[in-house]
């Protein structure tokens, strides 16, 4: 697949963030500051791999800068854009409790903000302690457009592990040469895939491992017999990466904003969307050695990903030796689903009495959803698509490709004019078929913006399955405005006679955003607590683009602070 495209220089930008932390009603153990952030941002030239391009940057940094808040801090996120893409801000595994009109992607919970516009994001965090982060969520703009949001526990609460020495975000993302829209827009138009990334980035920097990029490395100085937290985040538009520190252990203590049983590793996996944070001890002295910090992705399918590792340096402060020795690590290799596998289940809940892990035991309605690529009819005049045997490429849930709506689904569902937008008949269940064995002849999906309505207070549990239609791969899944327990996962077809009475109802992991495996299910169970439409999707870009996503429609409950509150007065327009 050719790499990289010709620059597109993007028209004068300039969007503006105001973010504001209030005091709201704290006792003096835990009150909080208040935070002002100002967020410019602006067209900049950034240079990587001797490419220089202009690009959106958030007050000339790239990635973004970090937002840092307590829990039970209030957000006002003031957005102006002038840029001439629509724009949406999506807060990243924040659970938008009563506020999912502050939830961000684009024509479900909003309107897109238009150029000229502008928009204050209005959310309180409830419950929530660890790293997020924050991303565009329309079309591919998050490329460059994201950064990370630490949530710092109440004032006189401690960490459940260690005090950390200090603290450091690592964003891995991805680098492209061309302009991401026109890449997406041509894959979409040509029914093909989609050029891919020219480099992976730790912080925004390639590493030396590419060409022309020696100078754009990441380092992390540190000292010596000092416990850091690094806050991990997975930025990436379409892979899933493992990462490991030669000759370093890691701890793991928290994923998507919640502790885990501590355990150590070599090497994590992490996927697009997740976010780890791992405790690095140091050693107790200076070694005569830098050493390779790394990541290259996990591979499953046949589709777009760039096969290369990005690096960044970890370094010892102090040390008067030139020239040190340079260590790398091992990585398993591009396509090691048993190392995936194995890492993936050790994954447990804290489940502490401060930290308990609420697994809903008493389903109320199960679901079965089948998840996978297929194609659609070319619509090319008097032309084949680039898909398999001139087709386009598609992808769909329960073999719905979900078609975007004109009008945000929270609009429409809020103000009682959903015909036209959306039908409320998301199907519970697929046709049976052989998921994970040879593939139907029938590659074709349908196409819909259906959604599965859920009554307020509903104990949901949803098996994600799937499918090898153009080949089995991995799937990040990314569920808004809830966390959920991953009860139960395995390979091959979902057996509802037997796979259920292994599931782990005591201790397991709680995230937003979860790997389906290549060729095989995972479990999950939520409490569906929270009014509003709330969307589901891959957070592999590619997949969404070809409609790997749908909505869940949570009804208001009976008391007043269970009921969508109405929309703000500034809530943009389509």
């Known amino acids: 697949m050719t790499r990289g495209m010709t620059s597109f220089s993007l028209s004068k930008v300039f969007m503006f963030f105001s973010a504001i932390f209030l005091l709201h009603g704290l006792s003096p153990l835990n009150a909080s500051v208040t935070r002002n952030y100002t967020f410019k941002v602006a067209l900049q030239n950034v240079t990587r ?38 724009i949406s801000i999506h807060w990243h595994g924040i659970r938008q409790l009563q506020s999912g009109w502050a939830d961000g992607p684009a024509y479900v919970t ?25 991303h565009a969520h329309v079309s591919w703009l998050r490329a460059s457009l994201y950064g990370p949001i630490i949530i710092l526990p109440m004032l006189g609460t401690p960490y459940p592990f260690v005090k950390p020495y200090k603290e450091v975000p690592i ?65 990436a538009l379409n892979d899933e990466l493992f990462f490991s520190i030669a000759n370093h252990t890691l701890t793991i203590i928290d ?30 002295k200076i070694p005569n050695a830098t050493f390779y910090m790394m990541a290259r992705p996990y591979v499953t399918g046949q589709g777009t990903f760039d096969n290369s590792t990005v690096a960044g340096i970890l370094e010892y402060k102090d040390s008067h030796v030139k020239r040190l020795p340079l260590f790398k690590p091992t990585l398993p290799s591009l396509n090691d689903t048993s190392f995936a596998t194995n890492f993936t ?55 719905i490709s979900f078609i975007q709506p004109k009008t945000a689904l929270l609009q429409a569902h809020f103000f009682g004019k959903s015909r036209g937008i959306y039908s409320p008949n998301f199907p519970y269940s697929p046709n049976w078929f052989n998921y994970t064995g040879n593939p139907p002849n029938n590659t074709m999906v349908t196409n819909g913006t259906k959604l599965m309505v859920l009554p307020f207070n509903t104990n949901v549990e949803l098996v994600l399955q799937d499918t090898s239609i153009l080949g089995a791969e991995s799937h990040p899944f990314h569920l808004h405005g809830f966390n959920f327990f991953v009860v139960g996962r395995g390979f091959g077809n979902f057996d509802m006679n037997k796979d259920p009475s292994k599931f782990n109802l005591v201790d397991p992991v709680e995230r937003n955003t979860v790997g389906v495996p290549s060729g095989g299910w995972v479990a999950i169970r939520f409490l569906a607590d929270n009014p509003g439409v709330w969307f589901m999707h891959c957070h592999l870009e590619i997949h969404t683009s070809w409609g790997l996503k749908m909505a869940w429609l949570v009804l208001d409950g009976k008391l007043p602070n269970q009921k969508l509150l109405p929309p703000p007065v500034d809530l943009p327009k389509c």
Not at 351 to 368: E, H, L, M, Q, T
């Open 49 to 86: 791999l001797c490419h220089t391009k202009s690009m959106v940057t958030v007050n000339g940094q790239f990635p973004g800068p970090r937002i840092v808040a307590r829990e039970g801090d209030r957000l006002l996120i003031k957005v102006i854009n002038q840029v001439p893409n629509n």
């Open 345 to 399: 289940s050790r994954l447990r809940s804290l489940a502490s009495g401060k930290y308990p892990a609420n697994v809903p035991k008493k389903i109320d309605k199960r679901f079965f959803f089948t998840v996978g690529l297929g194609t659609s009819p070319c619509d090319l005049k008097n032309q084949t698509c680039q898909g398999p045997n001139g087709t386009k490429f598609a992808a769909s849930i329960s073999n």
């Open 110 to 134: 909003q309107c897109p903000i238009q150029t000229g516009q502008s928009y204050v994001y209005n959310f309180t965090i409830v419950g929530q302690r660890g790293t997020l982060w924050w």
């Open 255 to 284: 994923v998507d904003a919640v502790y885990v049983k501590p355990f150590e590793t070599q090497t994590l996996l992490i996927a697009p969307g997740q976010t780890t944070n791992v405790l690095l001890k140091t050693h107790s």
């Open 171 to 235: 964003i891995f993302g991805e680098w492209f040469n061309g302009d991401t829209e026109a890449i997406i827009n041509q894959a979409l138009q040509t029914g093909g895939g989609p050029n891919v990334s020219d480099a992976y980035t730790i912080n925004g920097l390639p590493g030396p491992l590419y060409n022309c990029s020696a100078k754009d490395t990441f380092k992390l100085k540190v000292k010596p017999s000092k416990t850091y937290l690094l806050r991990l985040i997975n930025a």
